[in-house]
Nanobody
Framework: QVQLVESGGGFVQPGGSLTLSCVGSGFIFTFGWYNMEWHRQTPGNERELVAGITSGEANQKQSYADSVKGRFTISRDDSKNTVYLQMNNLQPEDTGVYYC???????WGQGTQVTVSS
């Protein structure tokens, strides 16, 4: 069955950086055929879309929530079935659980905790 496994969360001070990884498995078609997304749920808030990346290499597009534009970068390595979220200049309001999602079929990972605090 489809599995998405996130890693890379942790504790970081404001201004710091983290890179999250999400490895997908059990896909019927090759990983590169699927759009992928990162979402997060911050304390007291609904889960929100943070970043998305389209499938394939040609005309690949990335999209970001306004709150993370210029600080977060989504990328993928289809040879490793992995999507990444590079997070720079992290702030306390970025604290939350970050989830990987494959929109096709609404598959979610288990989440990884990111805590930003001094």
């Amino acid at each position: 069955q489809v599995q998405l496994v996130e890693s890379g969360g942790g504790f970081v001070q404001p201004g710091g950086s983290l890179t999250l990884s999400c490895v997908g498995s059990g896909f019927i078609f090759t990983f590169g055929w699927y759009n992928m997304e990162w979402h997060r749920q911050t304390p007291g808030n609904e889960r929100e879309l943070v970043a998305g990346i389209t499938s394939g290499e040609a005309n690949q597009k990335q999209s970001y929530a306004d709150s993370v534009k210029g600080r977060f970068t989504i990328s993928r390595d289809d040879s490793k079935n992995t999507v990444y979220l590079q997070m720079n200049n992290l702030q306390p309001e970025d604290t939350g659980v970050y989830y990987c999602k494959r929109p096709s079929g609404h598959y979610w990972g288990q989440g990884t905790q990111v805590t930003v605090s001094s």
